[in-house]
């Protein structure tokens, strides 16, 4: 069965303070690997996207690493600011050449950001 | 234009309603979804329609009724709803290409169903 993990649940940090997500996953066949930000009662919004050949991508102040020998994951935050607390998903497509992607959501980290 | 926008925000319905949710994108994707979250949990899959056709229903009720009417719209019939469907419904689209790529999904801000 798919799955995605994720760690930690919930995570609350100071303002300006960096921070690290971390995704575990046994989806098959691999296609990419996705991280969500998600503010409540809001659709989820992409951050980063990675295939399988890809290990890192950045995107402002989100950088997220892909081992898919591990099949791990992570988001690194820089310089958090309070307008990143939010729910961070990462999602795993199990897409098949030919057919709409699957995706694999994991639970999410909910990260608060404080003064 | 990139977005994927939803109609309406909100919506209280009782439970002898009738009542559609809309979905609508103009990216020119062929794949779109409906996926239904509950508080602090991760969205499922409801449906998936590739080119217009039903190609994926995850086992949901027949209150539930999907509807693809050309392929920038998608709408979402609901009927006879239990106050445990209440949640925020998201639809999605993604671009069909061949071979197989990326088919990222971009997410509508959802609508946030409440069943009396």
């Known amino acids: 069965k798919n799955q995605v993990e994720q760690s930690p649940q919930s995570l609350i940090i100071l303002e300006g303070k960096n921070c690290t997500l971390q995704?575990?996953?046994?989806?098959?066949?691999?296609?990419?690997l996705r991280w969500y930000k998600q503010d409540t009662g809001r659709g989820p919004v992409s951050l980063t996207i990675m295939t399988f050949s890809e290990n890192t991508k950045s995107n402002g102040r989100y950088t997220a690493t892909l081992d898919a020998d591990t099949k791990q994951s992570s988001l690194h935050i820089t310089a958090s600011q309070l307008s990143d607390s939010a729910s961070y998903i990462c999602v795993v497509s199990a897409g098949q050449t030919g057919t709409a992607s699957k995706l694999t959501f994991g639970t999410g980290t909910r990260l608060q950001v404080t003064l | 234009d990139t977005e994927v926008t939803q109609t309406p925000k909100h919506l209280v319905m009782g439970m002898t309603n009738k009542k559609s949710l809309k979905c609508e994108q103009h990216?020119?994707?062929?794949?779109m979804y409906w996926y239904k979250q509950k508080a602090k949990k991760p969205p499922e899959l409801m449906f998936v329609y590739s080119y217009e056709k039903l190609s994926i229903n995850e086992s949901v009720p027949s209150r539930f009724s999907p509807e693809c009417p050309n392929s920038s719209l998608l709408n979402l019939h609901l009927h006879a709803l239990q106050p445990e469907d209440s949640a925020l419904y998201l639809c999605?689209?993604?671009?069909?290409?061949?071979?197989?790529?990326?088919?990222?999904?971009?997410f509508g801000p959802g609508t946030r169903l409440t069943v009396l």
């Open positions: 995704c575990n996953y046994t989806v098959s066949p691999f296609s990419n």
């Open positions: 999605a689209s993604s671009q069909q290409t061949f071979p197989l790529s990326y088919n990222e999904q971009f």
């Open positions: 990216m020119g994707h062929r794949a």
